[in-house]
């Protein structure tokens, strides 16, 4: 399950593991203009885990999604 929200700078992006038997802590992605962060707690250190991704990572990731295995160079055209 997943929820979007739309905030004033940000599109917000919930991922629920509804999975069983093992579930994990939700992931929040902020999408914001210049750049995207994944948000998950750490339930052993009950403490909040944050990624920065750049537009640029993004991009690269978008397009590794339907890559096979290998080592790529996104060009500009």
């Known amino acids: 399950m997943f ?3 739309h ?3 940000a599109t917000v992006v919930t991922l629920v593991d509804e999975g069983t038997p093992h579930l ?4 929040t992605i902020n999408a914001f203009e210049d750049c995207v962060t994944l948000e998950q707690l750490d339930p052993v ?3 909040l885990q944050r990624v920065t991704l750049s537009m640029t ?3 690269d990731l978008a397009a590794a999604l339907d890559l096979p295995e ?3 160079r996104l060009r500009k055209r």
């Open 3 to 5: 929820t979007i929200e």
């Open 7 to 9: 905030e004033f700078d």
């Open 24 to 27: 994990t802590e939700d992931v």
């Open 45 to 47: 250190t009950d403490r």
């Open 57 to 59: 990572q993004i991009r």
């Open 70 to 72: 290998g080592t790529y």
